[in-house]
């Protein structure tokens, strides 16, 4: 695998400056190797080899190689809360938070070749699988708050629940997806699981 020397930028080209770390990018390395040699097998020396950034320098940027594979989520909960700050107000909950997510999640799969992979190994890799719901945690909190804000009387406990409803599912759906058709779109795929939790609140109604 060629070394990233892009991945790693001195914006000042100056001596003493700090050097910016291509997170997604490293990330995708590290995605390559672990499905070359095994999650476990790759060392942190492996992938500054790969990378051609240094192990000092890596270890500053990723406290654990489980972060690793949760790079694009950042940008994905960006995606989200636009989404929400876009949506009409007048618009159907539901509709809004599953249009939002597969919009979101479109981020983790813009490049579309990888995406069964990071998904299979997610799947299969103990460590990985349990690190998803802390890494996903910023995006369940975004979901949580748009509901909270549309429907005030909602029990917070019931906001989350549903929002842990909606990241559970939309992943569920993508593992399903890189296992069984992974030729197909995922959107639909997503979308699709994504409509079985339209929602109603009689006692509650949308805050405007």
């Given at each position: 695998?060629?070394?990233?020397?892009?991945?790693?930028?001195?914006?000042?080209?100056?001596?003493?400056?700090?050097?910016?770390?291509?997170?997604?990018?490293?990330?995708?390395?590290?995605?390559?190797?672990?499905?070359?040699?095994?999650?476990?097998?790759?060392t942190w020396a492996d992938i500054a080899s790969a990378s051609g950034i240094?192990?000092?320098?890596?270890?500053?940027?990723?406290?654990?190689?489980?972060?690793?594979?949760?790079?694009?989520?950042?940008?994905?909960?960006?995606?989200?809360?636009?989404?929400?700050?876009?949506?009409?107000?007048?618009?159907?909950?539901?509709?809004?938070?599953?249009?939002?997510?597969?919009?979101?999640?479109?981020?983790?799969?813009?490049?579309?070749?990888?995406?069964?992979?990071?998904?299979?190994?997610?799947?299969?890799?103990?460590?990985?699988?349990?690190?998803?719901?802390?890494?996903?945690?910023?995006?369940?909190?975004?979901?949580?708050?748009?509901?909270?804000?549309?429907?005030?009387?909602?029990?917070?406990?019931?906001?989350?629940?549903?929002?842990?409803?909606?990241?559970?599912?939309?992943?569920?759906?993508?593992?399903?997806?890189?296992?069984?058709?992974?030729?197909?779109?995922?959107?639909?795929?997503?979308?699709?699981?994504?409509?079985?939790?339209?929602?109603?609140?009689?006692?509650?109604?949308?805050?405007?």
């Open positions: 695998m060629p070394a990233i020397s892009h991945a790693l930028r001195n914006h000042a080209r100056s001596p003493g400056r700090p050097t910016t770390v291509d997170r997604v990018e490293v990330g995708a390395i590290a995605l390559q190797l672990w499905s070359e040699k095994g999650f476990n097998r790759v240094s192990q000092r320098t890596i270890l500053r940027h990723f406290s654990s190689k489980e972060e690793l594979a949760w790079v694009a989520v950042p940008r994905a909960t960006e995606v989200l809360k636009e989404s929400f700050d876009a949506a009409d107000s007048d618009a159907a909950v539901s509709a809004v938070i599953s249009a939002a997510v597969v919009r979101s999640l479109a981020v983790l799969h813009e490049h579309r070749s990888s995406g069964p992979l990071w998904l299979r190994l997610i799947s299969e890799e103990p460590a990985l699988r349990a690190s998803a719901a802390a890494a996903y945690q910023p995006w369940v909190d975004a979901i949580t708050e748009y509901i909270s804000t549309r429907f005030t009387g909602m029990p917070a406990a019931s906001c989350r629940g549903i929002a842990i409803a909606y990241q559970s599912t939309a992943f569920e759906a993508l593992l399903n997806w890189a296992e069984t058709d992974p030729a197909s779109e995922p959107a639909d795929v997503v979308s699709q699981a994504l409509s079985w939790l339209n929602f109603t609140t009689p006692s509650v109604q949308p805050a405007h």
